[in-house]
């Protein structure tokens, strides 16, 4: 794979709009209307692609939330089946039925679901490619995750990487999640020195302007519960210098067609 090193030296002019070191809160910044950022409608369920800042599900800070949004949006009660940190970006479903809701769920259980991450990172990780293994244990009170060797109070958690492609600043990976915990892809490539370009909470040195983390749901696989047949759903990356570069240097097109 050979990018186009002007698009990706462009990046350097990323770090000069970068904030400081301190931890920056999780706001919810104004959003294009919520009609733009529909994947895939149908009678069963209706797919986001989630911009950042905007919680999945209603919090403490009180903020409307996406599923609040899609409800308004569709006229209808909507139905929770996974989670997006709400600093990320990407691919969010709701079901519309309790046929739908009983599928993924058990699709999410038997991990038969496939989830496919982007994320760009500072620090190159020392293998091209492998797979992560840690017990991750949550902190409510915090709101993040940390490794233990404790394999009783943490739980199991596994995901397998790939760098996709660098630039001289950054370096983007494409992530497999095996398993779904809290803040898993967070935590774990700050476990191997390699925390999310942003993310302040897992050990970047700057956040991003707009209070974004450079992680992004870029795919969700399952098997739709009437046809039978696969559904893939593929959210469009954020418009940002870095997701940008690194589109147009052509290391995505190289995995899609594999």
Same mark, same amino acid.
């Given at each position: 794979?050979?990018?186009?090193?002007?698009?990706?030296?462009?990046?350097?002019?990323?770090?000069?709009?970068?904030?400081?070191?301190?931890?920056?809160?999780?706001?919810?910044?104004?959003?294009?209307?919520?009609?733009?950022?529909?994947?895939?409608?149908?009678?069963?369920?209706?797919?986001?692609?989630?911009?950042?800042?905007?919680?999945?599900?209603?919090?403490?800070?009180?903020?409307?939330?996406?599923?609040?949004?899609?409800?308004?949006?569709?006229?209808?009660?909507?139905?929770?089946?996974?989670?997006?940190?709400?600093?990320?970006?990407?691919?969010?479903?709701?079901?519309?039925?309790?046929?739908?809701?009983?599928?993924?769920?058990?699709?999410?259980?038997?991990?038969?679901?496939?989830?496919?991450?982007? $994320?760009?990172?500072?620090?190159?990780?020392?293998?091209? !490619?492998?797979?992560?293994?840690?017990? &991750? %244990?949550?902190? @409510? /009170?915090?709101?993040?995750?940390?490794?233990?060797?404790?394999?009783?109070?943490?739980?199991?958690?596994?995901?397998?990487?790939?760098?996709?492609?660098?630039?001289?600043?950054?370096?983007?990976?494409?992530?497999?999640?095996?398993?779904?915990?809290?803040?898993?892809?967070?935590?774990?490539?700050?476990?191997?020195?390699?925390?999310?370009?942003?993310?302040?909470?897992?050990?970047?040195?700057?956040?991003?302007?707009?209070?974004?983390?450079?992680?992004?749901?870029?795919?969700?696989?399952?098997?739709?519960?009437?046809?039978?047949?696969?559904?893939?759903?593929? $959210?469009?990356?954020?418009?940002?210098?870095?997701?940008? !570069?690194?589109?147009?240097?052509?290391? &995505? %097109?190289?995995? @899609? /067609?594999?």
């Amino acid at each position: 794979m050979k990018a186009n090193s002007l698009i990706m030296k462009n990046l350097n002019k990323e770090l000069t709009t970068e904030n400081n070191t301190s931890e920056l809160p999780e706001v919810a910044p104004a959003h294009a209307p919520i009609g733009d950022w529909v994947i895939l409608k149908n009678n069963q369920f209706i797919a986001f692609n989630k911009p950042a800042g905007l919680p999945v599900q209603a919090d403490k800070t009180g903020d409307k939330s996406l599923l609040q949004l899609a409800e308004i949006y569709c006229k209808s009660k909507l139905f929770l089946v996974h989670r997006l940190d709400r600093p990320a970006t990407g691919v969010v479903v709701f079901a519309k039925t309790k046929t739908m809701v009983g599928s993924l769920t058990d699709q999410f259980k038997l991990r038969t679901v496939r989830k496919t991450y982007l $994320a760009v990172v500072k620090e190159l990780p020392k293998e091209q !490619a492998g797979t992560l293994r840690h017990f &991750l %244990q949550k902190n @409510e /009170k915090a709101n993040r995750s940390s490794t233990t060797e404790d394999g009783e109070v943490g739980d199991l958690s596994e995901m397998n990487y790939r760098v996709l492609g660098s630039s001289d600043n950054y370096h983007l990976l494409e992530v497999q999640l095996i398993t779904g915990r809290h803040h898993q892809i967070r935590a774990q490539l700050a476990a191997i020195g390699c925390p999310i370009k942003g993310d302040v909470k897992y050990g970047a040195r700057r956040g991003n302007r707009d209070r974004s983390i450079n992680l992004h749901a870029w795919k969700l696989g399952f098997q739709h519960p009437v046809s039978g047949e696969q559904v893939e759903l593929i $959210a469009a990356l954020p418009a940002d210098a870095v997701w940008n !570069a690194f589109e147009a240097s052509g290391c &995505l %097109q190289t995995t @899609e /067609k594999q």
